[in-house]
């Protein structure tokens, strides 16, 4: 079945906030017929209510308070709807079930369950928004995107499978693209055994992502809260710019570096079947936004600085490390069994310095004394907290003169713990005290983009 080009839109839930922002997103998609799949976060402020809910050691008193603020939240929504009866008797079924398992997960924690509960947020926002455009002349209509996102049961970080997800998209979703604006659900997905999944935390990004390679979609818009992606956070300096088109090489730099606007996995898919993404804001749509695509006009040495708050350094340190081999298989054999992932490592003759990336608290949580304890059986072992990573990100910065020369001199009165350079050609990033990070980005800043 053929199509004319369309356009997935994401809507994070800063976009789905309460009604009046809804109507800013349901005008966005009347306003261009190419909108064809729109993949939607829970409404803010719900999903950090299901993150409580979803812990252990919850009271019966707290999971009422909880159901009843996002009870409260959703229905201030649906009461500026025609089908206010029959959406709210959709959603406290939703809210039904809710209680149930945040009344198993009291009393018997279980990271399934958990996976459960944080996916109700997707499924109330998605059922109201497909009203919503309804009530703007579109013909909306929700679709449980668990029909086609099949993942492992990996719960908290699921995988999904690819080919079923390419499969199952093509026979049941396609098909209702001719006639229908198809409203799903970002970050969940559903597990062989009819298990809710979720993909992890920023992961309606990723959902939106896998969904238009999947339907060989022509483009993805992914609507936030600001006007684009920028040459830093606006929050640390005033003189940061919205960026009009930059690469997928560096708008991947960006992501993984810090940069917030997209999950860093995103871009992936998009790579994959060269979709270009445009990010923008949903408040102001007529500002426009970030075109990320394969080739762009400018590449310029310095196209922005990203900052990551919270990490951590591991310094392992052995003389047993001169002239012998098989030193880091052993460490990084270590770090395996535990599942803990690398960020950036620089070595030298008898030591090896690791960073971890701790955004939520896992990190320090999941490096514990049993990882050093075992860590300590092969080497001297020493761990910091209270850094942040800097990365300068741009184009063929490895080839340029005076690079270094030009960031370093900047920040000559700073404490840099740590550098990386030359392992990518899009990036220059180091480790400064968290109490300086600002401070270092502002400088960099000042320095490279005025």
């Avoid at 184009?395 to 370093?408: D, L, P, Q």
Wanted: glycine share 6%.
């Amino acid at each position: 079945m053929s199509l004319l080009p369309f356009t997935v839109a994401k809507f994070g839930g800063t976009s789905l906030a309460d009604h009046q922002a809804m109507l800013r997103c349901a005008q966005i998609i009347k306003n261009d017929a190419s909108n064809k799949v729109v993949v939607v976060s829970a409404s803010s402020g719900v999903t950090n209510l299901l993150v409580r809910l979803s812990q252990k050691d919850v009271s019966q008193h707290e999971q009422l308070a909880i159901v009843s603020s996002i009870r409260a939240i959703q229905f201030n929504i649906t009461q500026h709807l025609a089908e206010e009866t029959q959406l709210n008797f959709q959603i406290d079924q939703l809210l039904n079930e809710l209680s149930e398992f945040s009344n198993a997960q009291s009393l018997n924690y279980c990271p399934r369950i958990a996976d459960a509960i944080l996916s109700f947020g997707e499924q109330m926002s998605s059922c109201i928004f497909a009203q919503v455009l309804k009530s703007v002349g579109v013909n909306g209509e929700m679709f449980d995107v668990r029909q086609v996102m099949k993942t492992n049961a990996l719960y908290g970080k699921a995988v999904v499978n690819l080919e079923l997800l390419a499969n199952n998209a093509q026979q049941l979703l396609t098909p209702l693209l001719v006639d229908k604006v198809i409203v799903t659900q970002g970050f969940i997905g559903q597990d062989e055994d009819g298990h809710t999944t979720t993909l992890g935390r920023g992961g309606s990004d990723y959902s939106a992502a896998l969904l238009a390679e999947a339907l060989h979609a022509d483009n993805l818009s992914i609507w936030t809260d600001v006007v684009g992606i920028f040459t830093t956070d606006p929050r640390i300096t005033e003189h940061a710019r919205a960026i009009k088109e930059i690469s997928f090489g560096e708008a991947a730099e960006m992501a993984t570096f810090g940069a917030k606007i997209l999950h860093p996995a995103t871009l992936i898919p998009a790579m994959r079947k060269n979709i270009p993404v445009f990010v923008g804001s949903s408040k102001e749509p007529e500002k426009g936004g970030t075109r990320i695509q394969q080739f762009v006009e400018s590449s310029p040495i310095y196209r922005s600085i990203a900052l990551r708050r919270e990490q951590t350094l591991v310094t392992v340190k052995s003389p047993a490390m001169l002239h012998a081999s098989g030193f880091l298989a052993q460490v990084f054999g270590i770090l395996a069994k535990h599942e803990l992932s690398v960020d950036l490592i620089t070595t030298s003759e008898i030591s090896v310095a690791l960073t971890f990336d701790n955004p939520t608290g896992s990190t320090q949580a999941l490096l514990n004394s049993t990882v050093v304890e075992e860590l300590e059986q092969l080497c001297e072992v020493t761990v910091e907290h209270g850094l942040s990573l800097i990365a300068v990100i741009g184009n063929k910065m490895h080839r340029s003169n005076g690079v270094g020369t030009s960031i370093f001199e900047t920040i000559s009165g700073i404490n840099v713990r740590m550098i990386c350079h030359g392992a990518s050609e899009h990036n220059l990033c180091f480790l400064v005290d968290e109490k300086q990070a600002n401070e270092t980005v502002e400088k960099l800043h000042n320095a490279l983009f005025s």
